[in-house]
């Protein structure tokens, strides 16, 4: 059973910084790209940034030069530093993976449980 469990969630002040983590356990046969999404208050759920699995990327424009997305393959782990933070970043970030679990061999998404992100003073 594949899960994806985010972690490093948390208030900060403004123009502060934080760095989220998120690690897809169980039997991967192959991951394909992985992603941020986040969902402000009383918002629907937006993409923030996504990460092939030849690490090209792609961010928000509201992101762009603030948070950078990373993976490492070998612990099936994917990041997302923030910097600069922004009162209007203040949402529950979601992990997402686009993979083939080796129950099954059928692609898919998966998704976190989330986790909270908190900007203010």
């Known amino acids: 059973q594949v899960q994806l469990v985010e972690s490093g969630g948390g208030l900060v002040q403004p123009g502060g910084s934080l760095g989220l983590s998120c690690a897809a356990s169980g039997s991967i046969h192959i991951t394909y790209s992985m992603a941020w999404y986040r969902q402000p208050p009383g918002k629907s759920r937006e993409l923030v940034a996504t990460i092939t699995s030849d690490d090209s990327t792609n961010y928000a424009d509201s992101v762009e030069g603030r948070f950078t997305i990373s993976r490492d393959n070998a612990k099936n782990t994917v990041y997302l530093q923030m910097t600069k933070l922004k009162p209007e970043d203040t949402a529950v970030y979601y992990c997402?993976?686009?993979?083939?679990?080796?129950?099954?061999?059928?692609?898919?998404?998966?998704w976190g449980q989330g986790t909270q992100v908190s900007v203010s003073l």
């Open positions: 997402f993976g686009d993979l083939v679990p080796k129950s099954d061999y059928s692609r898919r998404g998966f």
